[in-house]
C-alpha cells in the first residue's frame, strides 16, 4: 500500500515568507509526528498528533511554527516569518498506535534565502 | 525529555569488517527503536527492544538491549557497502517523555 507521502519535496522561501508544509500519513494510522533534521544530525522531536488532537507540542522551536490535523488524517505543517535557522528536513511520521513502528515520510528539504 | 547518546558519531571502514555502534543514557527506557536512514529518504525501523537483556537478530545485524534497560548496540557482521547510512536509535516514549532521537552514528562502507 502507500507509505507516508510529504510534499512539496523541496521549497525554497525567501526570509520572511509563510511556508506550508503537508504530511499524508498511512491511511488508518492514528498518530502522526513531525521531526526537524539538520544537516548530519538525527531528527528533532516537533509536535505529536493522536487523530486530529495535538497532544504534544513541546519541540516547535517558536511560536512561528503551527501545525494542524483537523481531520485526523493530513497534517500541515506552517513556518510564518521564515528564518535562515528554520532551513532543514522536515520529516513526518506516522504510527497505527503511540510507541509503535513510525513510518516515515521522505521529507520536505527547506531552504531559506 | 530523555537523552540518547550514540557512538561514534562517525565510522568509515572497509567491506567484510565487523563493527558495533552504541546508544547511550543514564535513563532506564521501557523500550528502545534502531532505524537507518539513506541519503534523501526518511528512517526505516530496523528493530525494537523491549526486555532488559534481549537479543534480536536481523541477517548479520544483532542488537542488543542492556540488563538494566540503560543502552543499546548493534553489531553488524561482515559489513556491505548497502549498509552504509545514518543509524539512530530512538526512545519511542508516550506522554511527557516526549520523543527522543540519537544524532546517530553515520556509517560508510567502503568497497
Known amino acids: 500500500g502507500a507509505g507516508v507521502s510529504q510534499s512539496p519535496r523541496y521549497k525554497v522561501a525567501k526570509r520572511g515568507q509563510d511556508v506550508a508544509l503537508r504530511c499524508d500519513p498511512i491511511?488508518?494510522?492514528?498518530?502522526l509526528f513531525w521531526y526537524q533534521q539538520a544537516l548530519g544530525q538525527g531528527p528533532e522531536f516537533l509536535t505529536y498528533f493522536q487523530n486530529e488532537a495535538q497532544l504534544d507540542k513541546s519541540g516547535l522551536p517558536s511560536d512561528r511554527f503551527f501545525a494542524e490535523r483537523p481531520e485526523g488524517s493530513v497534517s500541515t505543517l506552517k513556518i510564518q516569518r521564515t528564518q535562515q535557522e528554520d532551513s532543514a528536513v522536515y520529516l513526518c511520521?506516522?504510527?497505527?498506535?503511540?510507541?509503535?513502528?513510525?513510518?516515515f515520510g521522505p521529507g520536505t528539504r527547506l531552504t531559506v534565502t | 525529555t530523555q537523552l540518547l547518546e550514540q557512538s561514534p558519531q562517525f565510522l568509515s571502514i572497509q567491506e567484510g569488517e565487523n563493527l558495533t555502534v552504541y546508544c547511550n543514557s543514564s535513563?532506564?527506557?521501557?523500550?528502545l527503536q534502531w532505524y537507518r536512514q539513506e541519503p534523501g529518504e526518511g528512517p526505516v525501523l530496523l528493530v525494537t527492544?523491549?526486555?532488559?537483556?534481549e537479543v534480536k537478530k536481523l541477517k548479520r545485524l544483532t542488537f542488543q538491549f542492556g540488563d538494566a534497560r540503560k543502552d543499546s548496540s548493534l553489531h553488524i557482521t561482515a559489513a556491505q557497502p548497502g549498509d552504509t547510512g545514518l543509524y539512530l536509535c530512538l526512545y519511542p516514549g508516550g506522554g511527557a517523555d516526549g520523543l527522543t532521537f540519537g544524532k546517530g552514528t553515520h556509517l560508510i562502507i567502503q568497497p
Open positions: 535513563s532506564v527506557f521501557s523500550s
Open positions: 511520521a506516522s504510527s497505527p498506535m503511540e510507541r509503535y513502528e513510525q513510518y
Open positions: 491511511s488508518g494510522h492514528v498518530s
Open positions: 527492544v523491549v526486555t532488559g537483556g
